[in-house]
Structures are given as C-alpha cells and as structure tokens.
T-cell receptor, first 114, second 114 residues
C-alpha cells in the first residue's frame, strides 16, 4: 500500500460525458501529480499541484482540468470525453515541489469510454 | 523536446541470470532518475532512484548506474527470480523550473523463465 488513495477504481461512461477522478496523497505529502497511461503512449505526465498551486504542466488537453484543495486532495476533471481518453489515470504524491523526491503512485482509475 | 529512450522493449532471461535495461535522456538539466516496476494491472512501484551527484547506487540485487556525460543510465538486476517478471520504466526529472515533472521511458517487459 503506497498510502495514495484514488477513487473510483473503475469508471465506464460514454463519449461526450464528463467525469471527476479523485486522489488523496500520502500523509505529509504536499505535491500531487497526475499521469495518464495508455497502451500506445506509455506513462504521460499531465499536471502537478503543490500545496494548492499548479506547479508544472505537461501535455494536458484543454478538455482536462485539475485542482488541489486545502485538505491537499486533488481532483482531475475530464470533459467532452472521446474514445481515445480511455486509459489508466494515476495519481502520485511526493513530499515537496520537486521530483528529486520519490513519487509514490496510487492504484489508478481505469477509465473506459464506450 | 524532452525525451527518454529505453531499451530493450522486451527482455527474456533465465532464472539466476542478470538483466540490464538502458535509458538515454535528452535534457542535460535532468538531475533525478527513478526506476519503477509495474506488474500487470497494478500501480508503478518505485524500486530504486539515483540523483545526478551520484554515479552508482545499489540495493540488494538491484543497481543503477548514471553517466551524466553520455546522458545514459541503466538498471542492473542480478540473480533474477520469476517474481522479477514485470514491466520496468525508467524516468528522468525535467530540468529547469519544471517542478516534479517526470519523463518516462516506454518500458521494458522483463520475463524471467524458471
């Protein structure tokens, strides 16, 4: 158990819909990262929040957005879903703002778009 | 842009043999290099990491080496066991003011045959 909690574990929805994925970091960690894992793209960094503020951004689509709340949990919102958004979405957390500190991954949310 | 190349994509060894996975990164400002092991359907698990001020690090049967000049780093697993079978990912922290962004290699599927 990494201490990073993600809900839900599985999500099945249709094209055009909107979903919210939730992540609670390990106790004491202030940074939350979101990654997308698909078969053809591997593990892709989406976005990082540190203590409530956006810290780094990857190739995150405009249809996707995220935030980190005062209690440090984070939500990733995916809208106008397309078939290609089907993937595993992982959240990771680390102590500080930089990744020369270990990042620990949650169990992921498997998103299936029908 | 930033890139991490990982080779080989698949690796099959006999139990007890050694396995070596190699990665090359493009951003000379990268300063942190973790390795993750991912079993089928599970989360990536951090197995070892190395910072740019160190050339080699060992943890029991696992070692990582870093050549900053050549921008290469490698994972070495000795005395492989069937439970080492998994997909292994290398990663590099993006340089500069990029927070904790990790750039991942495409993964190596390691199969250890009993």
């Amino acid at each position: 158990d990494s201490g990073v909690t993600q809900t839900p574990k599985h999500l099945i929805t249709a094209t055009g819909q909107r979903v919210t994925l939730r992540c609670s970091p390990r106790s004491g960690d202030l940074s939350v990262y979101w990654y997308q894992q698909s078969l053809d793209q591997g593990l892709q960094f989406l976005i990082q929040y540190y203590n409530g503020e956006e810290r780094a951004k990857g190739n995150i689509l405009e249809r996707f957005s995220a935030q980190q709340f005062p209690d440090l949990h984070s939500e990733l919102n995916l809208s106008s879903l397309e078939l290609g958004d089907s993937a595993l979405y992982f959240c990771a957390s680390s102590l500080g703002p930089y990744s020369n500190q270990p990042q620990h991954f949650g169990d992921g949310t498997r998103l299936s778009i029908l | 842009g930033e890139n991490v190349e990982q080779h080989p994509s698949t690796l099959s060894v006999q139990e007890g043999d050694s396995a070596v996975i190699k990665c090359t990164y493009s951003d000379s400002a990268s300063n942190y290099f973790p390795w993750y092991k991912q079993e089928l359907g599970k989360r990536p698990q951090l197995i070892i990491d190395i910072r740019s001020n160190v050339g080699e690090k060992k943890d029991q049967r696992i070692a990582v080496t870093l050549n900053k000049t050549a921008k290469h780093f490698s994972l070495h697993i000795t005395e492989t066991q069937p439970e080492d079978s998994a997909v292994y990912f290398c990663a590099a922290r993006g340089g500069g003011n990029q927070g904790g962004k990790l750039i991942f290699g495409q993964g190596t599927e390691l199969s250890v045959k009993p």
